[in-house]
């Protein structure tokens, strides 16, 4: 029985899930690509590497965009866009102005300086906060170890730094709890090709809980998250999206779980574990690798991938110079050249290794090169990855556009069309993104 306190928002209401504490349902019946939720940022901040090429208030990707006066580092689509955006940038314009290049708070910090600011001037609740208020999110306090805990203080330290105007701030607890509740509710948004955009806060997307086998995904129409349905949900099923990466076996997800958000997931495919042996599949050799070389490789396999994200944690891979890039690339081939003896193609580490090759060609424009990565790339990608995955179409969508580049229109077409047939259920048949694709098609 639903509670009659229960809050309520169209076809979905709040409820408590078993298990899993708070959790949305629906209500009544949703078909696939139906929209459940649409939610504006309660608070968001556009990377520092997109700033000229998107608005810095509404994330639109225009050219022509008029620059800041003060700081000339803020970028707006006209004049409403900067003063609607004023309240916030306020807090980093001055401190922009006084430290110049020297000026680099996180995007976590970013968007914890202005939840301050925020809950200053709008202490009511926000239209993005209807089923969940900023303050009612979980922070797993009592679950940071030290590392962790390490990070917020130097957070908070940053936060102090870079924002000494404009800000009240609580006590260290306070703060030590809000930065935990950044870290396990804040957004990543990313554009049509998974680029990344910026980073916010959606309260009302952030009461979904995770599942590997999702029912709804999220995508973004510039600062507004919008939730749509990628299979059938009927009267008091839960929506669940997916917090992680898809494309990797089960251990693998799970560890991502316990450590950015301190749970492990209990759905169908991590109980069953179905897709695993596909996802982690071995070379058909007349001499087939012992059990202990391949437990091995997946080590070596996971030790690489974490490398990786530390190198992009610490703006290596984004570095303007060749040489690494050129060190990077290399790194890729070894390690394909490695595992290839044991996995497959298919298996999901090579395909890790595929996917930052093919990032790597992309920024230094071998167009020859990414394409040859993208093709070994969607086939296992379309069969490990659920229907509708964001990841599939924006691979469709990469070949395409490569296709088109190295002059194979019928390639083109052809990618790009199943990449809209995705999106169109995944972001709606109205999304810009769809009309700039479409647009693309009618010019080639």
């Not at 349902?25 to 690509?33: D, M, Q, T, W």
């Not at 139906?34 to 700033?51: F, G, H, I, K, N």
């Not at 990707?61 to 580092?73: A, D, M, V």
């Not at 980073?199 to 129409?221: E, G, Q, R, W």
Request: net charge neutral.
């Amino acid at each position: 029985m639903r509670s009659e306190a229960a809050p309520q928002l169209g076809g979905l209401e709040r409820f408590v899930s078993a298990g899993k504490g708070r959790g949305l349902r629906a209500r009544r019946r949703f078909a696939v690509g139906e929209l459940l939720l649409s939610c504006p940022a309660y608070v968001a901040v556009l990377t520092v590497s997109e700033r000229g090429s998107h608005c810095d208030g509404c994330f639109a990707r225009k050219e022509g965009l008029s620059k800041c006066g003060r700081c000339k580092q803020a970028f707006y689509c006209n004049v409403e866009c900067q003063k609607e955006d004023w309240p916030m940038h306020k807090l980093e314009c001055a401190s922009m102005c006084t430290f110049g290049q020297n000026w680099h708070p996180s995007e976590t910090v970013r968007l914890a300086a202005r939840i301050l600011a925020k809950q200053k001037t709008h202490p009511e609740r926000t239209q993005s906060e209807k089923l969940l208020a900023v303050k009612e999110f979980e922070s797993h306090l009592d679950k940071l170890d030290n590392e962790k805990r390490e990070l917020i203080q130097n957070d908070i330290a940053a936060l102090h730094h870079f924002y000494s105007k404009h800000l009240d701030y609580p006590d260290n607890a306070a703060l030590v709890v809000l930065f935990a509740q950044v870290n396990c509710n804040g957004f990543t948004i990313e554009d049509e090709e998974l680029s990344h955009l910026g980073s916010a806060i959606f309260p009302d997307v952030a009461l979904m809980n995770h599942s590997c086998c999702p029912n709804v995904i999220v995508t973004y129409k510039g600062t507004l998250a919008e939730v749509r349905a990628v299979r059938e949900i009927e009267p008091g099923e839960e929506i669940f999206s997916s917090y992680i990466d898809l494309l990797y076996p089960t251990e693998d997800r799970n560890d991502r779980l316990r450590d950015s958000y301190f749970f492990s997931c209990d759905c169908r495919e991590c109980t069953t574990r179905e897709k695993d042996k596909e996802k982690l599949e071995i070379c058909k050799l007349n001499d087939p690798p012992s059990a202990e070389t391949v437990k091995d490789m997946i080590k070596y396999a996971r030790n690489v991938i974490e490398e990786f994200r530390r190198a992009k944690h610490y703006k290596y891979i984004l570095c303007l110079t060749l040489i690494p890039l050129v060190e990077l690339l290399e790194i890729c081939e070894l390690s394909l050249d490695k595992m290839g003896a044991v996995f497959e193609d298919s298996n999901v580490y090579m395909l890790h290794m595929m996917y930052q090759a093919m990032g790597v060609c992309l920024y230094v424009q071998d167009w020859e090169g990414a394409l040859c990565y993208g093709k070994k790339i969607i086939r296992p990608y379309s069969k490990h990855y659920p229907s509708y995955s964001l990841n599939v179409a924006s691979m469709w969508l990469k070949l395409g556009r490569l296709y088109m580049a190295l002059k194979n229109r019928t390639a083109g077409v052809k990618a790009l069309k199943r990449a809209i047939a995705i999106m169109e259920v995944a972001h709606g048949k109205d999304h810009p993104y769809i009309s700039e694709i479409k647009k693309e098609l009618e010019d080639h």
